[in-house]
């Protein structure tokens, strides 16, 4: 199956020529959105916000980080990259200077596996969950192995009613961009809302059976649903999971039961998390979405779903 992003995903190469030149602040004025988008009604990446000059963070509590071995840099990043959300979290971390030009970030939260920082455009409804180690994105094969940190159950424990940085939205959404989507290269999953329109579809296409309730049927074609987008895009097609937690890693479970039996491409995919709400608040389940650009009327991006602003 193709697993090549279709030609009205982003590309990386607009902003790769420049993006070693310009500072966080100005770089993130763009954002993960299909082409096409205006300015406008584009998807944020994070923002910077405006703390004291002289207060550096304190250090992570809780040790080292589980970060990816030496040998698999090559996939997974160098420490000494210069990506603008890299430098973020190094300052959040362990105060590590800024370059000249760039506003430090608000550390919303500091582990010693994760931080949480503002998405753009700032609201209370838009932030970011980035490893404290250096890891580029969904195509780092550390995130599928049982030593990594279970980033997506982090995001809930944060963003949920009653979390550390809640997301003040009455749907949450949760989500993360392929490679080609994104336009920082440090792994990072958006803490949003999704519209009422969203949670109801997905709740209806659960009571169609329409939703795999095992990983191992994710991939089933009675499981590729149409869902539509809170852009105004239309409708994308995504495979559907509900699961009772966030117990599982996500990442492993795409690999294993969608993009290695399809001959798929784990850096083409987008990973979209929506937990289950009724009238009385969180219903105790998980609906998992993914999409990549091999499926008809198929995305790259969770930023048709997720809503920043």
């Not at 993130?28 to 910077?48: I, Q």
């Not at 009613?161 to 749907?171: D, R």
Request: proline share 10%; net charge neutral; charged share 15%.
């Amino acid at each position: 199956m193709n697993d090549e992003k279709t030609s009205n995903e982003p590309t990386r190469r607009r902003f790769v020529a420049f993006s070693g030149a310009i500072g966080a602040a100005t770089l993130l004025t763009g954002v993960e959105a299909a082409a096409g988008r205006t300015a406008s009604a584009a998807a944020p990446m994070y923002a910077d916000a405006d703390p004291a000059p002289d207060m550096c963070p304190t250090p992570p509590p809780g040790g080292t980080p589980a970060c990816p071995p030496a040998q698999l840099q090559p996939l997974c990043g160098s420490p000494s990259d210069n990506d603008p959300l890299w430098r973020d979290v190094q300052y959040c971390t362990h105060g590590k200077p800024l370059p000249p030009g760039q506003n430090p970030p608000a550390c919303l939260k500091v582990t010693s596996d994760y931080v949480v920082l503002h998405g753009r455009p700032s609201s209370p409804h838009n932030f970011l969950l980035t490893p404290s180690c250096r890891i580029t994105g969904i195509e780092c094969p550390f995130i599928e192995t049982s030593g990594a940190p279970n980033y997506w159950n982090d995001a809930w424990d944060n963003a949920r009613s009653g979390g550390s940085v809640p997301v003040q939205y009455p749907n949450i959404g949760l989500g993360i961009n392929s490679q080609n989507a994104r336009f920082l290269n440090q792994l990072h999953i958006h803490m949003a809302g999704v519209r009422a329109s969203t949670q109801r579809r997905l709740q209806e296409l659960e009571t169609m059976g329409r939703m795999a309730t095992n990983p191992a049927q994710w991939d089933a074609v009675q499981y590729r649903v149409p869902v539509t987008g809170s852009d105004g895009t239309g409708d994308r097609t995504y495979r559907a999971l509900r699961l009772p937690s966030l117990g599982t890693n996500l990442f492993a479970q795409l690999q294993q039961h969608v993009v290695k039996p399809n001959g798929l491409n784990m850096a083409n995919q987008t990973l979209i998390v929506v937990p289950k709400m009724t009238a009385t608040g969180f219903a105790g389940a998980f609906y998992v979405l993914n999409s990549d650009s091999s499926l008809h009327d198929g995305t790259n991006t969770c930023d048709h779903l997720l809503v920043y602003s």
